[in-house]
């Protein structure tokens, strides 16, 4: 039986890059990262209808640098950079001791951000719009936005069906085997009367790194020199 690789995990160090960016001792790694995922966890709860697609925290020493890219930038920064503020002097409460940093990014074409479109898709199945019209339109709308492959799953009682099943589309290519290719991936939760559905989205955006096998390999051993270098 095959087994699936996660498309940004399998990818980290080559085309990705890593959510959270930071070294704890053995001791501290648990709680260092349930202090991320609260962070993330409160941002986004805080600021939903910004369209956050990615939230990332890097830690050096004594100061906490937080960027997050979403679609609705004004809604987190707000008037003057007085909400932004407020955000930072929170999370500076939230985890005491660190100097806290928060940049923000819009994300430009949110159609061909695989997180939002997942949220939208999951968005317009708890509203009851029926699960292939939304997905038809978020794969048109990522085409016309350049994407170059989609492919998108929805799995649950689907329309309040007995049995659970999972149907999917795909358009164009999705080479989910190669390393360089540029695939963005997300996931949301649908939560209907019938109970969870799960939207899975993959956008495939092109090749990053040109050339074959060679040449991927070279740049993950580069890579793999810089960090035992810093370390």
Known sequence: MGQKTHPIGFRLGVTKSWDSKWYAPKKEYAQTLHEDLKIKRYIKDRYKVAGISRI???RIVDKLKI?????????IIGRKGQEVELLKKTIEKMISGKEVTINVTEVRV????????AEDIALQIERRVSHRRAMKRAIDNALKAGAKGVKIQVKGRIGGAELARKEWFLVGRMPLQTLRADIDYGFATAYTKYGILSVKVWIYKGDILKGGKEEVLKKIEEDLAKVSQEV
Do not use: C, F, K, N
């Open 56 to 58: 990332d925290v890097e």
């Open 110 to 117: 949110p159609e061909a951000d695989a997180q939002l479109v």
């Open 67 to 75: 960027r997050v890219y979403a679609s609705r930038p004004a809604i």
